[in-house]
């Protein structure tokens, strides 16, 4: 009876030691996800200490509350923080993709940050069936070369651009926006940037 047990438990103990050896060479087959972004969505110098890679959604009510912490970042760490935007819009934010796309095609333009702050300053203006009247709003407001713009718009490349950055999103294991990695460490959503995200920075800048 009790080799019976014992062997049982040891074909429990084998199962289980299977599935901890497939979960960690899944994780290892995982490709590190890229960093890197156009020009236009980043800011702060090349060498900086401190590297804040952000995946956001334009459509996403928490990255908006996140966004006063995120515009303080570069006044605040100066010359000591690079910052990356990358696209992340959510299946359920059934806007949010042209959002991306409508940043995307300003930033082409030079103006990214000034569209993307729109965006975010006017989220409950846009985030609607009207969509596209306002974007293009938004577009004008910026000066923009709309025919550029609009080309850009209907472009397939500047989808594939937004589904490569959901791409290292995914190779990431991001499932909720915003997250940040400030040197690799990830913080979800506005609280943890705010309480855990900056001190975190502040004990980086000491090494």
């Known amino acids: 009876m009790r080799t019976k047990i014992s062997r049982r438990f040891a074909g429990y103990g084998l199962v289980a030691l299977l599935c901890v050896a497939s979960v960690a060479v899944g994780h290892r087959t995982r490709k590190p996800f890229s960093t890197t972004a156009p020009d236009f969505r980043q800011r702060g110098p090349a060498d900086a200490k401190i590297l804040v890679v952000e995946f956001s959604d334009f459509q996403c009510p928490a990255c908006r509350v996140a966004e006063p912490t995120v515009r303080k970042m570069l006044p605040l760490y100066e010359g000591k923080l690079r910052f990356v935007f990358k696209h992340f819009p959510l299946r359920m934010h059934e806007w949010a993709r042209a959002g991306a796309v409508a940043a995307e095609c300003a930033g082409r333009q030079g103006q990214f940050w000034p569209y993307h702050d729109r965006l975010y300053d006017r989220q409950e203006e846009w985030t609607n069936e009207k969509y596209d009247s306002f974007l293009t709003g938004y577009a004008k407001e910026d000066k923009l070369d709309l025919a550029a713009w609009n080309a850009c718009r209907a472009d397939p490349q500047t989808m594939a651009?937004?589904?490569?950055?959901?791409?290292?999103?995914?190779?990431?294991?991001?499932?909720?926006?915003?997250?940040?990695?400030?040197?690799?460490?990830?913080?979800?959503?506005?609280?943890?940037?705010?309480?855990?995200?900056?001190?975190?920075?502040?004990?980086?800048?000491?090494?």
């Not at 490569?164 to 990431?172: H, I």
């Not at 294991?173 to 705010?194: D, S, Y």
């Open 161 to 207: 651009v937004i589904d490569a950055d959901v791409k290292d999103g995914g190779d990431a294991w991001v499932n909720a926006t915003p997250t940040f990695f400030v040197n690799g460490r990830r913080f979800v959503g506005f609280q943890q940037l705010a309480a855990l995200g900056l001190p975190f920075i502040d004990k980086e800048l000491t090494k």
